[in-house]
């Protein structure tokens, strides 16, 4: 059975930094592009962040380009999101599936960005 575990959310002071982790389990990870979503209170999950399967393509939504970097260890099966310079606004719990969302949700990893 396919186990998506979110991890390493938090409370963080506007202008901070935080990483975030997305454990694969039991699938063949390396196969799939991947995409970091978001959903924050009273609002739809979005894309944030996308990643081909290899690493060597990314892409990010405007409001966190140049902000999120996206990576994966595909020998690990897991996925990172360094999120710096971290503002209000990207208060939301992140999740992350593949492209399609085959996946089973995770419980995600809240993420709170306030003074």
């Known amino acids: 059975q396919v186990q998506v575990v979110e991890s390493g959310g938090g409370l963080v002071q506007p202008g901070g930094s935080m990483r975030l982790s997305c454990q694969v389990s039991?699938?063949?990870?390396?196969?799939?592009?991947m995409t970091w979503y978001r959903q924050s209170s009273g609002n739809r999950r979005e894309v944030v962040a996308w990643?081909?399967?290899?690493?060597?393509?990314?892409n990010y939504i405007d409001a966190v380009r140049g902000r999120f970097t996206a990576s994966r260890d595909n020998g690990r099966n897991i996925m990172f999101l360094q999120m710096n310079n971290l503002k209000p606004g990207d208060t939301a719990v992140y999740f992350c599936?593949?492209?399609?969302?085959?996946?089973?949700w995770g419980q995600g990893t809240q993420v709170i960005v306030s003074s």
């Open positions: 599936n593949t492209e399609a969302r085959t996946l089973d």
């Open positions: 039991g699938s063949t990870f390396s196969n799939y592009n």
């Open positions: 990643i081909s399967a290899g690493g060597e393509i990314r």
